[in-house]
């Protein structure tokens, strides 16, 4: 089984043998005739103090219900958590003392203006009236929201409304920040704030970043460790470098075609089983040489007539993702 | 699989301390600054609603009411008032936690280090403060429109703030307890209506079965305390009891829903 546990280290999560199995709830017409759902399936996991560690995988992966038993908002079926040494799998209420959490819907803050959520969110992590105000000035001068501080996040854009949020969470010094998919809409300007943000709170306090994301860059980019998962399992856990050295012989092919593919040509005829087709564009993971000679091919068929655009490209951790196993191809490559 | 020491897991232990849990009195007064200044933007028109429709109602029974009776029309004046404090503790309260409830949302709060009892209590107030002014506005129009003497008027005031709390703790009960945001929304406009039915009209022209239904319904004593106070001599003891009696239904509300909001978080 794959773990992404570590010996002697100095662990602020460490995630030993959790399952968590969702069942059809009796009377809740949504659910009925639905099978059991396994979502957690013995995870292993140790997150380093002082790293960005980053949970990826595709819709339906587990990757939330991880985190909500890690910030002790669900309880596990099986196994334990802890979160400093502390236990969140038995006393939760101990959880929100150690951790900042950004959750995926802001409901319950969106009709408050950003100064007055991120201040709101302050206070109730324990700071005085006048402390909440200066760190949410501070949030929001940092994270470039000063402009709409005053406006309510239910008026602002959908990239504004998340980065609002992220304020929230980042507001209050906690050692762990989880955080899940905090970029979700931000323009790459906003994304690489958010980034800057986290690494300064890193750099300062040496906080730990546990970091949920469906999207291949970010997960490149910004942590220092990734545990892949699908269908509630960890199918691989280590530096992003070194998970795709696991996949360095291949790179990915894409082909974008003006409308389809033409099915009688030789060479797209030997490609079609190996790819992964999503509306006009091919995407093939081929070893380096059977790549180049495929390229020349096409070049050189009449296919290439049909072709719109191709690019030859090194691994990501998609590549490392389906190689391992993974079968959902929804992971986000923008 | 490994496991971490247990030397190390100590060290971690002493260097990382839980921070201090944010005290009741603190929390609450954030969550109700917070939620009263997202109510004031956000549901101002509606208590304009509530309070057109409630003074609505006082002038449309004014054409069909003597103002002669007086056991009438004190029941209509304080049902009507107490109308506008369910038509926002009550409907919109029970539609605010259905859909907090609904989208999950409520793990903001409890993913914080508070006393979750504080939000509900907290949101709660919010909503109840900000039916007072609509229900004041009601009481003296209708005491104004029925030519009932303005004496006890003041008792509006801690009538509309004991069915506030009474009223919040049944909608934000109801919030949170329905599996769906729908159903609570339903729950929460047909209590506003029992509210209206059984608050307006005088329990002497209600039927037997609406009448034992009146009891289950926890504004209706304070109704009961605004009208006497409206038509005659005040009677304190009476109005003590009944208010006491109100607020203690809303006690036990805001305490179950607590427990509600625990358990919806958690499921």
Not at chain 1, 233 to 245: F, H, N, T, Y
Request: hydrophobic share 50%; glycine share 8%; with cysteine.
């Amino acid at each position: 089984m794959i773990t992404g546990t570590l010996d002697g280290v100095h662990a602020a999560v460490a995630v030993r043998g959790v399952d968590k199995t969702y069942r059809p709830r009796r009377g809740d017409a949504s659910t009925t005739g639905a099978s059991p759902v396994k979502a957690n399936d013995g995870i292993n996991l140790d997150v380093v103090a002082g790293e960005v560690f980053g949970l990826l995988g595709p819709n339906g992966a587990g990757k939330s219900t991880l985190v909500r038993q890690l910030v002790g908002l669900q309880r596990p079926d099986r196994g334990t958590i802890q979160v400093f040494g502390h236990d969140v799998v038995a006393e939760p209420a101990g959880a929100p003392c150690l951790l900042a959490y950004l959750a995926q819907d802001e409901l319950a803050v969106r009709e408050l203006s950003v100064q007055l959520a991120v201040a709101t969110t302050a206070r109730l992590r324990g700071l005085s009236r006048r402390g909440a105000a200066r760190a949410a000035a501070d949030v929001i001068d940092e994270l470039g929201l000063a402009a709409i501080a005053d406006r309510p996040l239910a008026r602002l854009s959908g990239g504004q409304r998340r980065l609002a949020c992220v304020a929230t969470a980042l507001v209050g010094e906690r050692p762990l920040l989880v955080v899940d998919e905090p970029t979700t809409g931000l323009d790459p300007v906003a994304r690489r704030g958010v980034w800057a943000a986290i690494a300064r709170r890193r750099d300062a306090y040496g906080a730990t970043v546990l970091l949920v994301t469906h999207n291949v860059l970010e997960a490149e980019t910004v942590l220092d460790r990734v545990a892949v998962l699908d269908r509630g399992r960890v199918i691989a856990c280590d530096s992003p470098g070194r998970l795709k050295a696991v996949v360095s012989e291949d790179v990915r092919l894409e082909l974008v075609w003006r409308d389809v593919a033409p099915p009688a040509d030789p060479v797209v005829h030997r490609l079609a089983p190996r790819a992964l087709v999503d509306g006009r564009r091919w995407s093939i993971r081929l070893p380096q040489d059977d790549a180049r000679d495929t390229l020349a091919a096409l070049l050189g068929s009449p296919a290439f007539a049909a072709l719109d655009d191709f690019t030859l490209s090194t691994p990501t951790l998609e590549d490392v993702y389906l190689a391992l196993g993974g079968r959902n191809d929804d992971l986000e490559r923008v | 699989m490994t496991h971490l020491p247990d030397t190390e897991q100590s060290d971690i232990q002493r260097a990382t301390s839980l921070a201090p849990r944010t005290t009741w009195p603190a929390a609450l007064s954030a969550v109700y600054t917070g939620q009263l200044a997202r109510v004031r933007v956000a549901r101002a028109p509606l208590l304009f609603v509530a309070t057109l429709q409630s003074v609505g109602i006082l002038l449309l029974l004014r054409g069909v009411v003597h103002t002669s009776d007086r056991q009438t029309a004190a029941a209509i004046v304080a049902g009507s008032s107490v109308l506008v404090v369910a038509f926002v503790a009550l409907n919109l309260l029970a539609q605010r936690f259905g859909a907090l409830r609904a989208a999950r949302a409520l793990d903001y709060y409890a993913a914080l280090p508070i006393p979750l009892p504080a939000v509900v209590l907290g949101t709660a107030a919010s909503y109840a403060t900000f039916t007072l002014p609509g229900a004041l506005v009601t009481a003296v129009v209708g005491v104004a429109v029925y030519g009932l003497p303005a004496a006890h008027l003041w008792v509006a005031l801690p009538v509309a703030v004991c069915c506030g709390v009474a009223l919040a703790g049944l909608g934000a009960a109801l919030g949170l307890a329905l599996p769906r945001a729908e159903l609570a929304t339903v729950a929460g406009q047909l209590g506003m209506t029992a509210v209206l039915f059984l608050g307006v009209i005088p329990p002497s022209h209600l039927p037997v079965a609406a009448r034992v239904a009146r009891d289950f319904v926890p504004s209706m004593l304070a109704v009961d305390a605004l009208a006497h106070a409206l038509r005659g001599p005040l009677d304190p003891a009476g109005l003590v009891w009944r208010l006491a009696v109100t607020l203690a239904m809303g006690v036990v509300g805001l305490a179950v829903s607590g427990r509600l909001l625990r358990r919806a978080v958690h499921e």
